[in-house]
């Protein structure tokens, strides 16, 4: 079992960053794909980026290349996402996911573990 735990979020104006932190419990990322994921109330979840923990290939979504990046640090078992150049409807709460194998999945329901989010608002 992995727990998943976000911290980074908050308020920025828009062309501000933030950076996102998810850290693993329980075990390590090991042999996992890890995503991020973002979504609006009563709205569905969608992709923002994922990471390949073991290779640290990386897949972004196209509203987001340019301006977020993924990375990880495997010493401290946690999955960073970097997200600068902020827009207004970037705003969200943003959860981590965690899946077994190493494919680069968009889709939320191929994921296993999430995390309970942290809210990103930006404002204009």
């Known amino acids: 079992q992995v727990q998943l735990v976000e911290s980074g979020g908050g308020l920025v104006q828009a062309g501000g960053s933030l950076k996102l932190s998810c850290v693993a419990s329980?075990?390590?990322?090991?042999?996992?794909?890890v995503g991020w994921f973002r979504q609006l109330s009563g709205k569905e979840r969608g992709f923002v980026a994922a990471i390949d923990w073991s290779g640290g290939s990386t897949y972004l979504a196209d509203s987001v290349k340019g301006r977020f990046t993924i990375s990880r640090d495997t010493a401290k078992n946690t999955v960073y996402l970097q997200m600068n150049s902020l827009k207004p409807e970037d705003t969200a709460g943003y959860y981590c996911?965690?899946?077994?194998?190493?494919?680069?999945?968009?889709?939320?329901?191929?994921?296993?573990?999430w995390g309970q989010g942290t809210q990103v608002t930006v404002s204009s």
């Open positions: 996911a965690a899946r077994q194998g190493r494919g680069l999945a968009a889709n939320p329901q191929l994921y296993n573990y």
């Open positions: 329980g075990r390590t990322f090991a042999g996992h794909t």
